[in-house]
């Protein structure tokens, strides 16, 4: 069965700190995404990673991935309350012929002063 | 350029009652699928329609059906209502078929009571 693993699922942070958010995947896939979630909102995509080694920056936010060991991170640097939100990594497409995207459970982040 | 539309926002029905769930492409995008987030969980797919056509099918009763229209917008149907249906449904379009990244809706809020 293809599985997506994100640890932690709750990450609660303080203001100013780093921290990383990982992704396991149980297969092997083309892609890795990684989607933004405000309460009630829809997904907002952050990254998108085509291969192995691949590094993304975006602000405080710097996403990487290891297609060998199946692993993705997600790292935040110096966070800020704004980054308050639920993070998703997301895997597909697959064999089949369609664009199917296996989610994770996501991982809520909370930021405090 | 309009976003990935859908309509209504929010919805609420009883148990037993049939619902339709409507989504309308960023223009040029031939594809649509469709994902059922429960609360407090990811995204699962549900369906991916494209060119009109059903291309990939999730792991969902036959309660749940839809389609696509001349004009790549789509329609998702649940029957028979159950309380387990009441999600948050995302509309997701892409260019092709398979490798383009997927561009999600606002998303409409099913509640069933």
Partial sequence: ELKVEQNPLFLSMQEGKNYTIYCNYSTTSDRLYWYRQDPGKSLESLFVLLSNGAVKQEGRLMASLDTKARLSTLHITAAVHDLSATYFCAVGPFSGGYNKLIFGAGTRLAVHP | ?113
Avoid: M
């Fill in chain 2, 1 to 113: 350029d309009a976003g990935v539309t859908q309509s209504p926002t929010h919805l609420i029905k009883t148990r037993g009652q049939q619902v339709t769930l409507r989504c309308s492409p960023i223009s040029g995008h031939k594809s649509v699928s469709w994902y059922q987030q429960v609360l407090g969980q990811g995204p699962q797919f549900i369906f991916q329609y494209y060119e009109k056509e059903e291309r990939g099918r999730g792991n969902f009763p036959d309660r749940f059906s839809a389609r696509q229209f001349p004009n790549y917008s789509s329609e998702l149907n649940v029957n028979a209502l159950l309380l387990g249906d009441s999600a948050l449904y995302l509309c997701a379009s892409s260019w092709d078929r398979v490798f383009d990244e997927q561009f999600f809706g606002p998303g409409t809020r099913l509640t069933v009571l």
